[in-house]
């Protein structure tokens, strides 16, 4: 069975992959991911693997982002096991540009039997609009 520091390097691998089904696999079934610092039309909560399955659909097929590494990856233990705190920058290339980018984040992971049950994802939104070269506006 995986614990949290296992899932955190497999789900890694998985979104530099680009691997939804393996991505998937590491999710219980009724797991939530949970972006609390979100942008307008991207939803704040996703409830399950299915939703989590059109999520990633969407979003990695749409997105030009390539992500080839994470670094500056520093993980907290918590008093609870089965939950860490990691801090960690996702660098990659933009395929339409070519241009390189880093999007620091913060993830609380939550794993119970080796699978991810909750993911709160403090993913640095400006971070990605500037990275596709787009500002965040209150109309967008």
């Not at 999710?27 to 704040?44: I, K, L, M, Q, W």
């Not at 969407?58 to 993980?75: D, E, F, G, H, I």
């Not at 992971?109 to 070269?133: C, M, P, Q, S």
Request: proline share 6%.
């Amino acid at each position: 069975m995986l614990n949290p520091r296992q899932v955190l390097e497999r789900y890694q691998q998985t979104a530099i992959d680009k691997s939804i089904d393996e991505m998937l696999d590491l999710y219980a079934e009724d797991a939530v991911h949970e972006f609390p610092f979100t942008r307008p039309g991207v939803p704040s909560r996703l409830e399950g693997r299915a939703e989590i399955r059109a999520f990633l659909e969407a979003n990695w097929t749409a997105s030009p982002l390539r992500y080839q590494a994470y670094c500056n990856v520093v993980v907290h233990e918590t008093a609870d096991p089965n939950v860490i705190v990691v801090e960690q920058d996702a660098t990659g290339t933009v395929s339409t540009t070519g241009r390189e980018f880093a999007l620091p984040n913060i993830v609380v992971l939550t794993v119970r039997d080796g699978r991810i049950v909750h993911f709160k994802d403090y993913v640095n939104v400006l971070a990605v609009a500037e990275a596709l070269g787009r500002q965040i506006t209150p109309d967008a």
